[in-house]
C-alpha cells in the first residue's frame, strides 16, 4: 500500500515556475513508477510525465517537453514536478500516481495502481 500527498501547487504569472512535490509512504517506494497527470473540469485526466522506478527513463507530455522536469529522490520518498515557462493552459489540478509495472503504457492511467489527492495550479495571463 502506497499512499501519495502532493504538494506546491498555487497561483502563478504565465511564465513563471512552480515545482510539485509528492512525499509517498512505505518503504517499498522506491520500487515504483511514478507519474504526474492533470485534469481541467469536463475532460479527461491528462498523462504529463512519467519517471521509471531507477530513475534511468524519463517521459513526457508533447504539451509539456523542454518545459517541465520530473525527478525523485527515493531517499525521501519524494518525486517532484519542476514546472517553468508555465502557460495558462497548464492550469488544472495535478495529480501524483505510482505503477508496480509501468511497461510501455505509462501515459495510461490505469497502469497506476495509486493516486494521491490532487494539487491545484493556476496560470493567470
Known amino acids: 500500500q502506497v499512499q501519495l500527498v502532493e504538494s506546491g501547487g498555487g497561483l502563478v504569472q504565465a511564465g513563471g515556475s512552480l515545482r510539485l512535490s509528492c512525499a509517498a509512504s512505505g518503504r517499498t517506494f522506491s520500487s515504483y513508477s511514478m507519474g504526474w497527470f492533470r485534469q481541467t473540469p469536463g475532460k479527461e485526466r491528462e498523462f504529463v510525465a512519467a519517471?521509471?522506478?531507477?530513475?534511468?527513463?524519463?517521459y513526457y507530455a508533447d504539451s509539456v517537453k523542454g518545459r517541465f522536469t520530473i525527478s525523485r529522490d527515493n531517499a525521501k520518498n519524494t518525486v517532484y514536478l519542476q514546472m517553468n515557462s508555465l502557460k495558462p493552459e497548464d492550469t488544472a489540478v495535478y495529480y501524483c500516481?505510482?505503477?508496480?509495472?509501468?511497461?510501455?503504457?505509462?501515459?495510461?492511467?490505469?497502469?497506476?495502481?495509486?493516486w494521491g489527492q490532487g494539487t491545484q495550479v493556476t496560470v493567470s495571463s
Open positions: 519517471i521509471h522506478w531507477s530513475s534511468y527513463n524519463t
Open positions: 500516481a505510482a505503477a508496480h509495472m509501468l511497461g510501455s503504457r505509462y501515459f495510461y492511467d490505469g497502469m497506476y495502481d495509486y
